[in-house]
Structure formats: structure tokens, C-alpha cells
């Protein structure tokens, strides 16, 4: 059955009591804020949302993004922000008895990480580790995957931090975590145990049982929402912990990207950017005819093509999106040729 677009009485930071919010594409691009973010998140808190950031980076401490979150005007606690390697090392403490011996491939917020969650640090494969957890590290050598081969084909358990293939840098698209991990996959043809960064949903259970840690009741999903630029990272990771979630488009994610959208990736809600925290959603309506209406816009597939009214709108691209998801879903071969260009106006 296929799951469309949805829609809410009240504004989303009133209707969902906790945000999972993503902060590449979606707070800040490199050093600089997205258009309208922290005021749009100052704006939630001031309606009773809580926000946490989730973040797939792991070299970054907590204290560091947080500050610079505060030089965008918000406030901001080092706890609210939940890195991949702080869920990583919280995986693994989970996983192996306290005090385990553990060699870690990664910057130092991840092995700060690691001996913070009671576990050894070792220093390669000659000291026998009980696991071993590789994260982003844009200093590391041949050797220090080499020994990360080395005592993973030993039987060391292999945790990672993420699995994204790419990162963007100030140049341009680099080599991510994903990358680097298929150095040690192909040297011991063994896939990574378990994986704490987005698409899979255990950061963002994580991130809801790191904030009852701080004196607050424990969030339930159907009251926390997971915000993000990405498809196939904030949105994948949602749908698989069954969070309802929000993609913007101040990232990656553009609207062709939606439409086109397989069901395992396909948002919950859609929003140009995060402004529309202050707003009630409105719920696409399919009509007797198969056109989908949106408030003011429209759309319906028709000739092996999905048509619009209004190509410049919001609006109109959730209708379109519902219309391309129903076609899809019943075998219409769609792709960039049959889905309307949309150029939204700010």
C-alpha cells in the first residue's frame, strides 16, 4: 500500500514534541547557516519543540558544533548534538562486556567516545581487540586500515561509525566513511556488524534515549520526527525506525529526487526549508478522477506523464509527488523525462 504525503492541524513544532534534525544542508552548509535555520529552530523551541542534531560526521566534537551553532544565534548544549561516533561507541558498549578491548580507526572524538562508554583502547592487531570500530578519519594511512584488516580477519568484531561513500568539502565531493570502510570490506570479506550512523535507525533511538538521560521523559517516536536534506541518509533512516520525518530542500534533495522517490525513501512531509516548522502542513487529496489536489494546486498523471498546475509552488509539488508515488506504484515506469520541472519560488 502506498504511503503518500501527509498533513497537520497544527505547526509541526506544536504537532511533534522532539526534532531529529539533520545539520549539514539543513542548519548550515560547511561554515555557513542555511537561509532562515536558526531562526526557524528559536522559533520551534519558543513552541515547545526540543531539538536534537544528528549528525553522520564523526571526526567533529560535540562542544565543537555546538559552538558553532551558537555563533548562528542558537542555543545550544554539547549534548544536544548526537555524532555518529558517540552512538557508535554506545553500540559497542552495548555489544561487549565492560572494559573490552577495542581498536579504533578514527578521530579522536571517537576514541574519546570509546573510553568515555568504558571500553580499552588498543593500539592494532598484535593486542588481540575484541572489536574494532572504524569512522571517518581524514588522516588515516595504509597502515592503519591494514590493521584494521588485520584484526578483523583475527575475528575482531567490526563496527563503523557510518557507511556514507561521500563527503562535501569546500572543493568539492571527497571520499566519506563509506569509502574508506570498502578498503577493509574487500581486504576480509567481512561486512561491518552493525552501522551507527544514518540510514539505519539506531541513531535516532539513540538520540531519544540520550535525551531522557538529561532529566526529560523519554520521547515516543509518534512524537519525534527525524528532519533532514537527504533521502537516503535522515529519510532512509527515519522510515526504517518508523519515525515520521521531513525532507527540505536546502541540501540535496531537489524535487525530481522526490518524485521519483522508491517507497523506502519517500518523506513523510515536504518543505522548501525550515520555516515551515511554524506551519500546519496541508494534506495532498486524491479525487474521484485520480487528480491530486493540494489547497490551490493540482496534478495527475495521465499518458505516461505526471502534469502540474503550478510548477512554481510547494503545493504544487505535493501533489505532483502523490500522483508520481501512485503511478509508480502501479507499474508507471517514470523517470526525469516524465515528471514536471518545478523551479519554487522562495
Known sequence: MTRFLKGTDRPLAEAYQLALLDLD?????GKNPVEYAADSIRAAEAAGMTIE???NNSSRFQHVVADQLKGFGLDVEP???ITSSVVAARMVAKAL?????????????????????????????QDRPQAVIQGWYPDMTWQMMADAAFAVE?????????????????LGIAPGCGSMIRAVITATGVEPVASAGKPEAYMYDEARE?????????VPKEA???IGDRLDTDIEAGNRGDYDSLAVLTGVTNPTELMLAPSHL??????????????AQPEPVRDESGTWECRKASAWFENGQVHVSDPTSMDGLRAAVCAAWEAADQGAQLSEATVPVFAIEA
Open 25 to 29: 544542508g539543513v542548519v548550515y552548509r
Open 53 to 55: 542534531y544528528t549528525t
Open 79 to 81: 549534548w544536544q548534538v
Open 97 to 125: 562486556p565492560a572494559g573490552a578491548r577495542v581498536q579504533v580507526l578514527g578521530a579522536e572524538h571517537l576514541r574519546d567516545e570509546v573510553t568515555r562508554n568504558g571500553l580499552t583502547i588498543v593500539d592494532g592487531p
Open 154 to 170: 583475527a575475528g575482531a568484531t567490526y563496527f563503523v561509525t557510518n557507511r556514507d561513500l561521500t563527503i562535501p568539502r569546500e
Open 210 to 218: 540520550l535525551n531522557a538521560a538529561e532529566g526529560h521523559d523519554l
Open 224 to 226: 519525534s520526527i527525524a
Open 266 to 279: 519517500r518523506p513523510t512531509f515536504i518543505a522548501p526549508d525550515l520555516r515551515e516548522l511554524g506551519e
